[in-house]
């Protein structure tokens, strides 16, 4: 008789509902900032969200990527936008994300976090983005040349943040050339929003954008204990708080809860799943239409503990000397001035661990390797995702960087936002018999093999 | 066919028989690129010879392990040559920051094929702001000094000024043999045309220079013994398939103008000899050149040179080139198509591989040729 898998105390996260909260707040404060007098700005997750805070506290966005998933996980709405881009001679091979977003403003309907689908797409009255795919730039361009197709002029800002990617600090020229058209686009937005700009609010959201995203950081590490506290289908929940609003005071507020509640299942033992045996991380968006995937993991004892996407995509990292990957701790005092904000945004930005594939396919390898060593990953789950240009770049050099060093990895080809492209039987069939070849049966109901 | 065209096609086929000699005969550097956004000015300078990696159009077997096949044939048909070993002579390998593409491309060549030198210049993408010049000039003056470190050498300011000659010099002469595919019947097919820019990328500049004046002595009175039939424009990605043009001009139809890499926009901008700093002059050519989509924004100024020639070359329709899983391309492509179609320009859209399904295309051209011309007979 085989001995049955230990089996972990579990329990919900006590902030779930305070995540869940936030993200729906979030999408009605865009829709309905025009009610109170507010504004509305569309850009990237990685735009400089910090920099159009300055016009106010009742200026709201709506994150690109972030929309394109929520939009990707209701897949009947999905598919509706996909249908919608084609129908205007798009091509179905490009960012799925950027078809979703696309899709929606055609069919002029908006969705909500929960769902609902609702007439009318509400137009911004600006776009602020920033540029380090191919896509990002152009993405927006076409959300202007839709608009416009339908009477609405929308002015848009693009910053150009293709400057490389180094683990010493960036040369000066390089920050410059970021600070300076940050610089023009402050001017910029005054001119097209008519407000006066106020540098205090503009420091205080850069400050609250390095305590989000180190404090995330500081969440993600804490999964290197075993059990895991928390897995990595329930952080998508969490860290997309980030993606949507990391310079806000209430973002900063939420992961320090949420760290600190998280630090509080370590000590006590509590684990993401009862029967972690097995750990995992994985690498790129996941099929947002099929999360079940996680789910059905969990019948083998798997547990992803996250990734460099979901750790570092919006969490910022270094290197200590001594090689270990850490969460980057704050800078000593916050900044004071326009000139210092920004440049305090744009060094701490081009840190960002998500941006060194984009350049040198080493770097990621080297910080997927800190991830499996330090977190004890027993193997990585490569996700070849045809709907992303920008983080699958280089993926094929990162398989081959990790198996060099004898991790185990395992590859699968989906898409995060286009559920056409994602095989899910032939998936699993394959990624069972990885966990079969690792020596994993599936467990019993009682949690035995 | 004139001899300067016949030449043209010779290096193209012969162009790794051709870089060898080069190499051997006078005892020089040869570096490969990927992207049209690498400032050949320099290379040549330090007395480097550019030569662009192409594909073969031949369905790549070696290259999965490397890049994920979602990534476009360009940089997979590139790097696989590479892997083949028929870029053997190159001793660096350089590449201007164009897509995410073919920087897989240069990244995986240059960690899986032995080279002495391998360089990435982060030519900004946003080059619609007034700050992409002064930044732009600072990665030229490293790129220059690397070069000078690599080669022994230093690249003085005449060195400069002779490798904005040779170019601009190359650019000019090409742009004074598009204007004869402006009359009625043109003097170049597009075929003639592709291989005349397609070999500029891959030969010295001075051997080319020199095939181009003889070429422009004989090419007034050239006489064509073929009608011309419908004047064509091709637009889009990357395009180096020869079989395609020719299959095309075929069918009744002659290029009489393009607007991709391989074509008008890899030499339509000259440097402007004017300005005195060099390295600023050339950084200037490359920010305010007809830009690739992946650097067209936030405003897309490509597609009014694009609307632009259309116009001046009269064309009576245009088919518009998208090579698969092009993100930056294939985004421009419903407001390329509009703003033809506003000026009256009909195109038809074709989406490229690394080879073509002529069977396929053959019916489709057709049958966008036939809607330009009326309806053939049928009885």
């Given amino acids: ?449 | 066919m004139s001899e300067p065209f016949q030449k043209f096609r010779d290096w193209i086929d012969n162009r790794h028989e051709y870089a060898k000699e080069w190499k051997a005969t006078r005892n020089r550097r040869i570096a490969g690129y990927f992207c049209t956004y690498v400032p050949e000015e320099i290379l040549i300078a330090a007395n480097v010879l550019p030569v662009r990696i192409l594909g073969s159009h031949e369905p790549p077997t070696v290259t999965e392990p490397y890049v994920f096949a979602m990534f476009c044939h360009l940089c997979r048909d590139s790097l696989a040559q590479g892997l083949k070993g028929r870029f053997d002579y190159l001793d660096g390998i350089v590449e201007g920051q164009s897509c995410l593409h073919l920087r897989q491309a240069y990244n995986a060549w240059r960690l899986h094929i032995p080279i002495d030198y391998a360089f990435y210049i982060h030519v900004p993408h946003g080059v619609q702001t007034r700050h992409a010049l002064p930044y732009y000039t600072e990665e030229l003056r490293k790129f220059k000094r690397s070069l000078g470190e690599w080669t022994g050498r230093k690249i003085t300011e005449r060195d400069l000024a002779r490798g904005i000659n040779v170019m601009n010099r190359n650019r000019d002469l090409m742009h004074k043999i598009y204007e004869y595919r402006k009359p009625n019947n043109p003097k170049l097919t597009g075929l003639e045309a592709m291989e005349m820019v397609l070999s500029s990328q891959m030969v010295d500049k001075e051997d080319h220079n020199g095939a181009l004046e003889e070429l422009l002595k004989t090419l007034p009175s050239r006489e064509m013994d073929r009608n011309p039939g419908v004047r064509l424009m091709i637009i889009g990605c990357e395009d180096d398939d020869r079989i395609f043009m020719k299959n095309v001009e075929n069918l009744g139809a002659t290029f009489v103008i393009d607007e991709h890499c391989t074509g008008s926009r890899y030499f339509w901008n000259l440097v402007d000899s004017s300005i005195q700093d060099r390295l600023v002059a050339i950084a200037d050519r490359y920010i305010s050149r007809i830009p690739c989509p992946s650097k067209d924004w936030p405003e897309l100024t490509r597609i009014k040179q694009a609307v632009n020639l259309a116009q001046t070359y009269n064309v009576q329709g245009a088919l518009v080139i998208q090579n698969k899983f092009c993100d930056p391309h294939g985004i421009e492509v419903p407001p390329l198509r509009e703003e033809l179609k506003a000026v009256g320009v009909p195109t038809y859209p074709l989406e490229f591989d690394v080879t073509v399904p002529w069977g396929q295309f053959r019916t489709r051209v057709e049958a966008f040729l036939e809607t330009l011309t009326g309806l053939e007979e049928l009885f």
């Avoid at chain 1, 979030?26 to 910090?50: I, M």
């Avoid at chain 1, 600090?169 to 937005?189: A, T």
């Avoid at chain 1, 701790?329 to 440049?343: D, I, Q």
């Avoid at chain 1, 559920?419 to 966990?435: H, I, L, N, S, W």
Wanted: aromatic share 12%.
């Fill in chain 1, 1 to 449: 008789m085989t001995n049955p898998v230990k089996k972990y105390p579990t329990e919900p996260l006590k902030c779930w509902n305070e995540a869940k909260s936030l993200r729906t707040q979030y999408y009605e404060n865009y829709l309905h900032a025009h009610k109170n007098g507010g504004l509305r700005w569309a850009g990237g997750a990685w735009s400089f969200s910090s920099v159009p805070a300055g016009l106010g506290d009742d200026v709201h966005s709506v994150t690109g990527e972030p929309y394109g998933a929520t939009i990707a996980f209701h897949k009947d709405f999905a598919s509706e936008c996909h249908d919608a881009v084609e129908a205007a001679g798009f091509p179905r091979t490009l960012c799925a994300y950027m078809r979703n977003y696309w899709g929606a403003i055609l069919l002029d309907k908006f969705i909500l976090a929960d769902g609902r689908v609702i007439p009318g797409y509400p137009t911004p009255d600006f776009i602020w983005q920033d540029h380090i795919c191919c896509s990002h730039g152009k993405w927006y361009e076409i959300v202007k040349w839709l608009e416009k197709k339908k009477g609405k002029e929308i002015p848009m800002f693009c910053t150009d943040v293709s400057v490389g990617y180094s683990l010493t600090p960036p040369e000066k020229f390089r920050v410059d050339y970021i600070v300076n058209q940050l610089q023009d686009g402050i001017l910029w937005l005054e001119k097209v929003t008519g407000r006066t700009y106020n540098d205090q609010l503009l420091c205080d959201a850069v400050w609250n954008e390095m305590k989000s995203t180190s404090l995330w950081a500081e969440v993600c590490a804490l999964n290197q204990v075993i059990p895991t506290p928390i897995d990595e289908k329930t952080m998508y929940s969490l860290y997309v708080i980030g993606t949507l609003m990391k310079h806000r005071p209430e973002c900063a507020a939420f992961y320090e809860k949420l760290r600190d509640e998280v630090q509080n299942r370590v000590d006590r033992g509590i684990a993401a799943i009862p029967h972690e045996r097995f750990r995992v991380i994985t690498d790129t968006q996941p099929p947002w239409g099929f999360l079940k995937i996680f789910r059905a993991m969990e019948n083998y004892g798997v547990v992803s503990l996250g990734s460099l996407y979901s750790f570092g995509l919006i969490g910022m990292w270094e290197y200590q000397p001594d090689g270990k990957w850490i969460p980057k701790p704050l800078p000593s005092s916050k900044p004071a001035t326009r000139e210092e904000a920004l440049r305090a945004i744009v060094e701490w930005t081009l840190n960002r661990p998500e941006w060194a594939h984009f350049y040198r396919p080493e770097l990621k390898t080297q910080m997927m390797k800190s991830i499996v060593q330090q977190w004890k990953a027993n193997a990585v789950l490569l996700h070849y995702n045809r709907g992303c240009e920008g983080l699958s770049v280089h993926i094929a050099e990162n398989r081959l960087g990790l198996l060099k060093d004898g991790i185990q990895v395992f590859s699968f080809e989906g898409n995060m936002g286009d559920e056409r492209e994602f095989d899910y039987p032939g998936t699993m069939a394959r990624v069972t018999a990885f966990f079969e070849s690792m020596g994993l049966e599936k467990l019993s109901t009682e949690g035995g093999p």
